[in-house]
């Protein structure tokens, strides 16, 4: 039964983490595009609009949660659910660093290692189009259901490259378990140049990371592929009839699905949590240096604050990354929180990079969209399969 | 109430997974929307792989998991050509009653 | 015993879903039943040791064609069945058959299968994407290659008859 | 392995070529393709058969090549193999070499015809067949390469088959022949169930094995069932009516099928198997007897016609005969020899007598001939150098072979030879006949004749040589090892006779046609009886017509087209008709058109099959 409990405290875990890390990384994604576009983003609730997120939750959860009276009710309920269920589950099989140790208790920091992690992932994000496509079909409205239409043809499209995206790597590495996946691409050429599969030997994967990250916006139906809510031509797409909390479900899984995916990029082609150098040459010290210099970097943003309120939350962030910076010292801990550290850190610059673009780039046409599915990435990802296929096996 | 065993017992499997074909032969008998039918026949094929599966368990080797992946490609293959002739079919007589679409018959 | 509980739930969780399939009146809903099917197949797949089977369930029925059927009814927009009266028979006599039907067919299992070591996860490792891929690529590389060419004509089919004709 | 498949598969390649594409090629692609297939067929031969040693003294034993086996039943294992022996060679060089130079003649010849592809595809075919037949190492495969030459000589006699008298003369030579291979036939079932195998090895081995004096009876059913075949293709009593009609086909035709290769298949057959003759003196008698008939009728009608091809026609039919007479008296060797040197000067008569036809721009009637001497001199010349072949005139061919048979045949009963002799009078005599009238006197006819190109009367030079020479090829010798010859030269009181006789024809022919052409009017009206049977070629056709043709007709017309046809026949066919569509009647209702009522019976049956096995189990 121990097997139950400890797997029921760890889901509980990562659940929590999981839902506040989306709410935060939507607060992030809007400060970031503010600051790409000249804004200041919010700021107003908690410092630095820290606590905005909660804010949107509670309005959320609040809100009226009306139901729109010409709508087939069972599907028009189901979708979100089945949207944001499978958006949660797929990170049952993410792991996220090596192992807890506790005492003489250990287990690894993931949900389940699947040795057919990888296409448990690819499946679920098969079976992800339902929500949107039931979503668009149940709302019975137009806007909706074209929006549907083409969420569930362009991530149909969308899935094939990705797929030959991943199948790429996965025979270089040689296993379907991301654990090994991440373990096989340990080590570093030349003592520095570390294994990942964008740099693995016989054939570095870059090729098939870039097609992956774009295929990878198509399925979560980011910009520049955002096309089933395209405002400005089908008002807000599959969700136009949601409000309320089913609204925040679509939102809570299309954040979920970027973080799923940005793992899956991180696991497969940048090496998970192995670390970017060599610990001799000291990144094990990163995590501290950056927190440490961050905390003091509000210490004295506290002493000399520009606003009122800083004068008391910036010296309380200062302390809590000192401190975090000390935790990262601490022998019996580091070797754990390390790999988080990296892993986390890849994380987060993969998921930068989508809200980089978001802030960047135009929306596509939807025939270019497709073409561009068929007749670029299609072909490119079987060559560049072909090519690695062909290096492996003269290897 | 027999005690509930420790391990499922292989029928279990065979016996499920006639249910379903059976109830697939009722959808394909008893609908009569083509799409319904179709998806009734899938879900015979269905019933169909478990078996091959479950037999593949008892003798301990993969061969029934090729040929039920096979199954599964040539469905595929199927549904490709099917759903097209349906769109067709609907194109054509703007129906997909299976009972309108009679014309075999003369 | 977990085994067999957990068994038990896919098995009905199949079985309810494909009676919904059969009685539901409109093809979406019968759409989705059949997804549930599909996925507690899968998970039962994985019980009997078909790792690769069970993802390749997901991926290509669940994920491919499943959709696909959706998109049909959608692009269709197929509406629910119009009741018909049933003649009589079928109305009264379909439900007993099946039953009897199912019955027979399981009396005969039972009666021609002898016992053996049943389903436990993790039993059987024969079923893993390795094990497969080198069975598929060696001793049935011919009928792949026959299949994936069966694929391609099937493909060119659906494209010949969906097109629309150009006038 | 010589890979001898490729000598008839070249002549077929070139068959198919022409055949399916010809109608676009250009000409001179048709040519190259027809008459290159044929000539690297020839060289390949010489290939062959130096490398087997079959120039330089060797090849006493045959050379077999086994490719794939054919017919696998029960005890009967018929396989697909080639052989070659000194037999076959000589076959093989005298098909090859003669058919080349023919090819190479129809190429002027035909220049001017329609279906020109055709023409060329029909004769490679033949090419093809004939090589099949000299070279099969079993009766099947012979059979096989027999009915196929069969086949390519009713195409080739039919080719104008816009003239009604060709495509009649194509059914009767077809028909004709569909007798003997009858017989040929019903040996080769005779020799399957005796020897269980249609191998020659093993037959003849088998053959040869038992006592020639207490050879069974079948033996002799066998023999003569082949000499019917025989008598059939090689236009022997009584189934020589069809050669003459023959003529109906392009010269080339009457030339190479009619005259130097199709028509010797049946001695070449009977020459093979003879150490199944051998044992049946009784069937060897019969070809002897039929033989020197057919020579002697065949040559007394030849004294008489009128048509230059005719002539030549009637003098093949009984040359034939002559060959037979040398295999029915046992000198198998003298016939293969005979076969050998008229193909050379037979083949030449034909070739320039189409030259003579092409010249008169169609005309073959003698009486519209004469005094072409001067206008075609070369044409003239080779011809002439046949007729001294042919004639038996010391030192060339035809008086070796002719001796060769004429000896064996005094040896086996003088009376033959004295016929022979007398029949070799009259061949010589007609044959001059036909060369006199031909080129001497005034020009009778009212076209402009013209030399014919060189691309024609090359090979009739080349033929010419060897006719002249070809006697110095001792066959008899070469074949040694398979036919021991008896050499008994005539006594020499009566050496001179054949000979005396050839030169008196000449002699005869000249007094008649050149010197004064006045006697054969009167010498024709004085015995208007005899003149007329022979003109009229002894009414055998009439008599066919009549004995065997029209009762025949007569009564499939009223038998089995009245009676059986319409009435059995067509009653059965309408009551399955009528049964079927009633049954279909009732079965129609299965058939609603809705597919579910379709997979209604499938379900039914598949809970059928489902509760017998449950039925069953109980039943255990």
């Known amino acids: 039964m121990n097997f139950y409990i400890v797997s029921l405290i760890k889901s509980a875990l990562v659940a929590f983490v999981l839902l506040t890390a989306l709410a935060y990384i939507q607060w992030v994604e809007r400060k970031v595009l503010a600051h790409i576009q000249l804004r200041i983003g919010p700021r107003r609730v908690g410092p630095h609009g820290l606590l905005q997120p909660l804010a949107d939750v509670i309005k959320l959860l609040t809100k009226e949660d009306m139901i729109p009276s010409h709508v087939n009710k069972f599907f028009y309920l189901l979708a979100p659910f089945l949207a944001v269920m499978f958006a949660l589950i797929s990170i049952a099989v993410i792991p996220f660093g090596t192992e807890v140790k506790i005492g003489n208790f250990t287990t690894p920091m993931q949900l389940t290692d699947l040795n057919v992690g990888v296409l448990f992932i690819l499946g679920l994000s098969g079976i992800g189009v339902y929500g949107v496509a039931l979503a668009g079909w149940a709302s019975n409205n137009k806007y909706a259901l074209i929006g549907g239409l083409r969420s569930s043809a362009q991530m149909i499209s969308y899935e094939l490259p990705m797929a030959m995206a991943i199948a790429a790597p996965l025979l270089l590495l040689n296993s379907l378990s991301f654990r090994e996946l991440v373990d096989g691409q340990a080590g570093f050429y030349l003592g520095f140049i570390p294994k990942w599969s964008i740099f693995h030997g016989p054939f570095p994967q870059i090729v098939s990371f870039i097609i992956f990250l774009i295929a990878a916006f198509a399925e979560t139906n980011r910009v520049p592929f955002d096309l089933p809510e395209a405002e400005n031509e089908l008002v807000a797409g599959f969700h136009t009839e949601y409000g309320s909390m089913k609204f925040a479900a679509f939102f809570m899984a299309e954040y979920a699905n970027m973080v799923t995916v940005s793992c899956v990029a991180v696991l497969l082609f940048l090496g998970g949590w192995q670390p970017l150098w060599p610990a001799e040459y000291g990144s094990g010290f990163l995590p501290t240096l950056i927190l440490g210099i961050s905390g003091l970097v509000c210490l004295y943003h506290g002493m000399n604050p520009a606003r009122p309120m800083d004068r008391f939350t910036l010296p309380v962030f200062g302390v809590v990354f000192l401190g975090l910076a000390g935790v990262f010292l601490i022998p019996a801990i580091a070797p754990m929180l390390l790999p988080l550290f990296w892993f986390l850190s890849k994380v987060g610059v993969v998921l930068f990079i989508y809200i980089w673009i978001r802030g960047t780039l135009p929306r596509f046409r939807y025939d270019q969209l497709m073409s561009f599915a068929w007749t670029v990435m299609f072909p490119l990802a079987i060559v560049n399969l072909f090519i690695t296929a062909l290096m492996v096996a003269l290897n | 109430m027999p005690p509930i065993p420790e391990s499922v017992p292989f029928t279990w499997y065979l016996i499920l997974s006639a249910i379903l074909f059976t109830l697939g032969i009722a959808g394909f008998l008893f609908r009569r929307n083509v799409i319904t039918v179709f998806m009734s026949i899938e879900l015979m094929l269905n019933a169909v792989n478990l078996s091959f599966i479950a037999f593949s368990y008892k003798f301990k080797q993969p061969d029934g998991h090729i040929f039920s992946f096979f199954v599964m490609v040539v469905a595929a293959a199927e549904a490709a050509v099917g759903l097209a002739i349906i769109l067709t079919i609907f194109k054509n007589r703007q129906t997909l009653e299976i009972d309108e679409v009679s014309s075999l018959k003369d | 015993m977990e085994h067999v509980i957990l068994f038990l739930i896919f098995a009905v969780i199949a079985v309810v879903a494909a009676i919904n399939l059969v009685l539901q009146s409109h093809p979406i809903s019968s759409a989705l039943s059949l997804v549930g099917v599909m996925g507690a197949l899968a998970l039962i797949y994985l019980q009997l040791g078909g790792e690769f089977i069970a993802s390749a369930q997901l991926i290509v029925y669940a994920g491919a064609i499943m959709v696909l059927f959706i998109f049909v009814i959608m692009l269709l927009n197929a509406g629910t069945e119009r009741k018909m009266k049933r003649n009589l028979w079928v109305k009264y006599g379909g439900l007993p058959l099946m039953a009897l039907f199912i019955g027979v067919v399981a009396y005969v299992i039972e009666r021609m299968l002898p016992p053996s070591p049943g389903g436990l996860f993790g039993n059987m490792t024969h079923g893993n994407p390795q094990e497969i891929g080198r069975l598929l690529f060696q001793q049935y590389l011919l009928p792949f290659e026959v299949t994936s060419i069966l694929i391609l004509i099937a493909i060119l089919g659906a494209v010949v008859l969906a097109r629309k004709e150009i006038e | ?620």
């Open chain 4, 1 to 620: 392995m010589q890979q001898l498949w490729l000598i008839p598969l070249l002549p077929l390649a070139g068959f198919a070529i022409n055949g399916f594409f010809g109608r676009r090629l250009p000409k001179i692609w048709i040519n190259a393709f027809a008459v290159g297939s044929v000539l690297i067929a020839f060289l390949w031969v010489i290939k062959a058969l130096s490398a087997l040693g079959a120039f330089s003294g060797g090849l006493e034993e045959a050379h077999v090549e086994h490719y794939f086996t054919w017919i696998q039943s029960g005890a009967l294992n018929i396989s697909v193999d080639f052989a070659v022996d000194r037999l076959t060679a000589v076959m093989l060089m005298i098909v090859t070499g003669i058919g080349t130079l023919i090819h190479i003649y129809a190429v002027g010849y035909m220049d001017h015809e329609s279906g020109y592809y055709r023409f060329f595809a029909y004769l490679n075919l033949f090419m093809f067949f004939m090589l099949t037949l000299v070279l099969a190492n079993n009766f099947l495969l012979l059979f096989v390469g027999w009915e196929g030459v069969g086949l390519c000589s009713y195409l080739l006699i039919g080719f104008y088959f816009l003239e009604n008298f060709a495509t009649t003369a194509g059914n009767k030579a077809f028909i004709v022949n569909r007798i003997g291979d009858f017989g040929f036939s019903l040996a080769i079932f005779l020799i399957g169930i005796h020897f269980s195998s249609l191998d020659f090895g093993k037959v003849f081995g088998q053959a040869k094995a038992l006592p020639v004096e207490a050879s069974p009876g079948w033996m002799t059913a066998i023999a003569l069932l082949l000499l019917v075949g025989a008598t059939g293709k090689s236009a022997q009593i009584p189934l020589y009516v069809w050669l003459p009609d023959a003529m109906a086909g392009p010269t080339p035709v009457s030339a190479l099928i009619h005259a130097a290769t199709m028509v010797t298949a049946g001695v070449y057959m009977i020459a093979r198997s003879s150490s199944i003759f051998l044992h049946s003196p009784l069937a060897l008698s019969f070809v002897a007897v039929i033989g020197i008939a057919t020579a002697f009728m065949a040559a007394s009608i030849g004294l008489v016609q009128n048509d230059i091809k005719k002539v030549f026609a009637y003098s093949t039919v009984s040359q034939l005969g002559y060959m037979f007479v040398g295999l029915g008296t046992g000198a198998f060797s003298a016939g293969i020899f005979h076969v050998m040197t008229h193909a050379f000067f037979k083949a030449l008569l034909f070739l320039g007598a189409g030259s003579v036809i092409h010249a008169l721009s169609g005309e073959q009637d003698l009486r519209h001939m004469g005094g072409l001497l001067k206008k075609i001199p070369i044409t003239a010349t080779v011809l002439f150098c046949a007729g001294v072949a042919i004639a038996g005139v010391p030192p060339f061919s035809g008086h070796y072979s002719k001796d060769a048979i004429l000896e064996s045949a005094y040896q086996y009963a003088p009376w033959i030879f004295w016929v022979g002799v007398f029949t070799a009078f009259m061949t010589a005599f007609y044959v001059f006949r036909a060369l006199f009238l031909c080129f001497f006197g005034e020009y009778r006819g009212h076209h402009h004749p013209h030399e014919s190109p060189f691309i024609m009367w090359g090979p009739l030079a080349v033929l010419a040589a060897l006719s002249l020479g070809g006697g110095f090829i001792n066959i008899p010798k070469y074949l040694e090892p398979l036919f021991p010859a008896s050499e008994t030269p005539l006594p020499a009181g009566i050496a001179w006779v054949p000979v005396a006789a050839g030169l008196g024809g000449i002699a005869l022919a000249y007094l008649f046609y050149v010197v004064s052409p006045a006697i054969p009017e009167s010498i024709g009206s004085m015995f208007k009886p005899v003149y007329n049977t022979l003109y009229n070629k002894y009414f055998v056709d009439e008599a066919y017509a009549s004995a065997v043709v029209d009762p025949i007709v007569d009564g499939s017309r009223s038998l089995l087209w009245r009676t059986v046809d319409a009435g059995a026949i067509d009653g059965a066919v309408n009551g399955v008709g009528k049964t079927a569509s009633g049954i279909g009647e009732l079965l129609r209702r299965l058939q609603s058109g809705y597919i579910r009522d379709y997979a209604g019976w499938v379900v039914a049956g598949a809970i059928l099959v489902v509760v017998a096995m449950g039925i069953m189990e109980v039943a255990k």
